[in-house]
């Protein structure tokens, strides 16, 4: 590892359809977020899924893709990298969120 680099690689499903946003500027902004899922056996040797909700945030020409052809329930492989901010809420609460900046998104399955 010559250089550690900030990479995210996660396929999932998306849990919603995305939020597209057009900023003023002309930018395009596409916010959703997608599910991944772990199984695993426990002591018992029962089944058990474990279900990660990661927030995912596209810009440009990604997120004009995402507006046109990614829809709720759909499978996609997306890497980026991970980011994290701050932000004051309506009643000036400050709030914190970590977000996949996606750069590059694959759809999977049918259809």
Known sequence: MN????????IGN????????NLDSGKTLAKFAIATNESYKNAAGEKIT?????????WGKTAQIIEKYVTKGKEVAIEGK???RSYDDKDGNKKYITEVVCNELLMLGGK
């Open 3 to 10: 250089t550690l680099r900030n990479k995210v690689q996660l």
């Open 50 to 58: 474990d279900t990660q909700w990661h927030n995912v945030v596209a």
């Open 82 to 84: 991970l980011t994290s």
């Open 14 to 21: 998306l849990g919603k359809d995305p939020e597209i946003i």
